[in-house]
């Protein structure tokens, strides 16, 4: 009974670890600076304003659609938030279709802040990563980007705003690209495809910055999924003397999805629902070093070890009128049972139902052991 016991404790400490991985959690660091992770649910998206705050300060959008606390998709937690933007949702005197929120005052960037952030998003099975270009309708090649999801934008430095914001990411129709923004012309400069844009996926960003306005000083460096898609990469991004703060959601140019606009042979582009987008964020953090934010390793599951009985010792029968040997003793060729398969990837709970599947498997190894003892 004791080693039976002792084979389901270990069995019940690979069950504890299993679920603890399958729900993913910052240890506590305190070179965290903020977290913007919607776990306080609608509470979490409005109010947050004062530096040191978590949470989110201000909302830009003008339906209640708009932006939702949802808990189905997350990538971790309990909650996640769906932004949706369609033809009109044109936010006071801003330009362009946004649902957009903004953080506390901990996220306004100053010259030479270096700074590492992480985030999730997820771009929805029927994502339209470009629509046909609103002034250029004759030339079915020419696209425009269905809007950014994260960007940082400009404050110019208590003027009116004016102009692209420096820094965009987007989900086009093929890749996932950042834009880095020339500010004379409010166009990319530069146009960078991070990775390949997989729908229906959690995407996972780790993103280290050195802000600056200054090519030689300012860099970025992008992980995506674990993997380093954009190495160290010196550029300037930001405008001289302004600051830079984060916005999050979809934000797109004002034409798209406009029922009166044409085609030259005067079809309609778009339908006469506004031809909304969706995407979904989660688990934002920002903090001082890479491990503030970085991922936590998963603490792997103990592997049980079987317990082997010595063979009682056995003398060869004697020939008559040889010498009687030598008794052996010793244990017998240990035997290792099949080993036990707990599979890895899909979703996170998959580990936690295979430990619990292995304790009857385990429960029956440790009896038939135990009857062989006392045979």
């Not at 004379?184 to 990775?195: Q, V, W």
Request: with cysteine.
């Amino acid at each position: 009974m004791k080693k039976l016991a002792l084979t389901f404790a270990a069995a019940a400490a690979l069950v504890a670890s299993a679920s603890q991985a399958a729900i993913p959690a910052y240890p506590d660091n305190p070179d965290v600076l903020w977290r913007g992770d919607f776990e306080e649910g609608f509470g979490s998206l409005t109010g947050h304003c004062t530096y040191g705050d978590n949470g989110w300060c201000n909302e830009q959008s003008v339906r209640s659609q708009q932006i939702q606390i949802v808990n189905d998709p997350v990538f971790e937690g309990h909650n996640a938030v769906r932004f949706e933007v369609k033809y009109g949702d044109q936010y006071k005197g801003y330009s362009d279709e946004r649902s957009l929120l903004s953080p506390p005052d901990t996220l306004w960037e100053d010259e030479g802040n270096e700074r590492w952030y992480r985030w999730q998003v997820l771009w929805p099975q029927d994502w339209v990563g470009s629509y046909p270009k609103w002034d250029e309708l004759g030339t079915p090649s020419s696209r425009s980007n269905a809007g950014s999801i994260v960007e940082w934008h400009h404050d110019a430095n208590g003027a009116v705003e004016s102009g692209s914001a420096p820094l965009y990411f987007r989900g086009e129709d093929k890749y996932i690209t950042m834009c880095l923004v020339d500010q004379a012309t409010s166009a990319c400069r530069e146009t960078i495809n991070l990775a390949e844009l997989q729908r229906g996926h959690w995407h996972d960003f780790v993103m280290h910055a050195k802000w600056s306005s200054n090519p030689n000083v300012g860099y970025l460096e992008i992980w995506i999924d674990g993997v380093n898609v954009l190495p160290k990469h010196m550029a300037s991004n930001k405008y001289p003397g302004m600051r830079n703060y984060l916005l999050i959601g979809l934000y797109r140019n004002a034409r798209i999805g406009d029922p009166n606009l044409l085609y030259p042979d005067g079809t309609h582009v778009y339908g006469t629902d506004g031809t909304p987008g969706v995407a979904y964020v989660d688990g934002f953090v920002m903090g001082r070093t890479k491990e503030s934010v970085w991922p936590p390793e998963p603490t792997p599951a103990p592997t049980p070890t079987p317990e082997t009985t010595p063979a009682p010792a056995t003398t060869p029968p004697v020939t008559a009128g040889a010498p009687a040997p030598e008794p052996t003793t010793g244990a017998a060729p240990a035997t290792t049972p099949a080993a036990i398969g707990f599979p890895t990837g899909g979703c996170s709970s998959g580990g936690f139902q295979s430990a619990w599947l292995a304790l009857p498997l385990i429960g029956l190894f440790a009896m038939r052991r135990r009857r062989v003892i006392e045979a």
